[in-house]
């Protein structure tokens, strides 16, 4: 069973930076689809970034150039550093995981769908104040 727990989230003021991290136990990282989600209030889940067994990343449109995925294979720990925030940034993040291999190459889909995760931790939250 993987188990993941999040860390980092915290209020910053527009044009922050913030590092969010995710331990992982259960499984190696190195072996793993990861991705970061993010909630906000009354709005779907939105798939933020992703790294497919420590190779390929996919972001979405709101976060290139501005956030960056990466993971720690000897930590066992994936991380989002994120730059330039904006208050559209609040919500609260979560850090997903898959086992299942994925296509090459992947559609934003398979990505970033929140049904493409089956572990997910219990989320950290990311206020950005104007």
């Known amino acids: 069973q993987v188990r993941l727990v999040e860390s980092g989230g915290g209020s910053v003021q527009a044009g922050g930076s913030l590092t969010l991290s995710c331990a992982i136990s259960?499984?190696?990282?190195?072996?793993?689809?990861m991705a970061w989600f993010r909630q906000a209030p009354g709005r779907q889940h939105e798939g933020v970034a992703s790294i497919y067994r420590g190779g390929s990343t996919t972001y979405t449109d709101s976060a290139k150039g501005r956030f960056t995925i990466s993971q720690d294979n000897v930590k066992n720990t994936l991380y989002l550093q994120m730059n330039s925030l904006n208050p559209d940034d609040a919500a609260v993040y979560y850090c997903?995981?898959?086992?299942?291999?994925?296509?090459?190459?992947?559609?934003?889909?398979?990505?970033?769908?929140?049904?493409?995760?089956?572990?997910w931790g219990q989320g950290t939250q990311v206020t950005v104040s104007s």
């Open positions: 259960g499984g190696a990282v190195s072996r793993l689809s």
């Open positions: 997903a995981a898959d086992l299942r291999s994925r296509p090459a190459p992947m559609t934003a889909v398979q990505a970033l769908g929140v049904y493409e995760y089956s572990y």
